[in-house]
């Protein structure tokens, strides 16, 4: 979910198990999301997205969800693989806006 | 390939010293920006350009200036560095604004220490 503080928060899980991150936005005009993946030392790269008039859209090993009553977005990662471990961010794009905001990041460790 | 790529990668450097972040796209890309990434406080944006000349502020432009006199360049200019710039600095490019999430690349980042 989304962090407190200066820390992020941590989600840990054994190889070959489902995994889901959780983000919650704040803007009910958000009509798009993104979640994003940056390993190490990297840049965000793409994962999967999703608009506002879908709540499911699933893509190889990941699926997100989007419940618009509670403003959550999820991310589910089938059979996480170690390769998995990285931060992922969930970003909203506000109807009318050209500006993502991202969310603060939550840290995926996946253990062998 | 698809590269967008930020120079230097690494810097440190002290107080008031000016200072010019590079960002080269070579897929002419009309939309660019850029973000300061702090720890627990994900992707801030903080200058975005539309265009050619085509500039305008983000979330957190304070202490930053750019520049957008060619397509494929966006340089971040930090005119008097103080420490609380120190920070993990990104710069992305898009087809258009608006357009879908795997349309925008990130460059590699760009690791900056101001003392």
């Known amino acids: 979910g989304e962090s407190v503080g200066l820390h992020l928060p941590t989600l840990s899980v054994q190889e070959g198990d489902n995994s889901i991150i959780n983000c919650a936005y704040s803007n009910s005009a958000s009509d798009y999301f993104i979640w994003y993946k940056q390993e190490s030392g990297k840049g965000p790269q793409f994962i999967i997205d999703i608009r506002s008039n879908m709540d499911k859209r699933q893509g190889q090993r990941v699926t997100v969800l989007l419940n618009k009553t509670v403003k959550h977005l999820s991310l589910q990662i089938a059979a996480t693989q170690p390769g998995d471990s990285a931060v992922y961010f969930c970003a909203e794009r506000r109807g009318g806006s050209y500006i993502p905001t991202f969310g603060r990041g939550t840290s995926l460790i996946v253990h062998p | 390939e698809a590269q967008v790529t930020q120079n230097p990668r690494y810097l440190i450097t002290v107080t008031g010293k000016k200072l010019t972040v590079t960002c080269s796209q070579n897929?002419?890309?009309?939309?660019m920006s850029w973000y300061r990434q702090d720890p627990g406080l994900g992707l801030r944006q903080i200058y975005y350009s539309m265009n050619v000349e085509v500039t305008d502020k983000g979330d957190v432009p304070e202490g930053y200036k750019v520049s957008r006199k060619e397509k494929r360049n966006f340089p971040l200019i930090l005119e008097s560095p103080s420490p609380n710039q120190t920070s993990l600095y990104f710069c992305?490019?898009?087809?258009?604004?608006?357009?879908?999430?795997?349309?925008?690349?990130f460059g590699e980042g760009s690791w900056l220490t101001v003392v």
């Open positions: 992305a490019s898009s087809l258009s604004p608006g357009g879908a999430g795997n349309t925008i690349y």
């Open positions: 897929m002419n890309h009309e939309y």
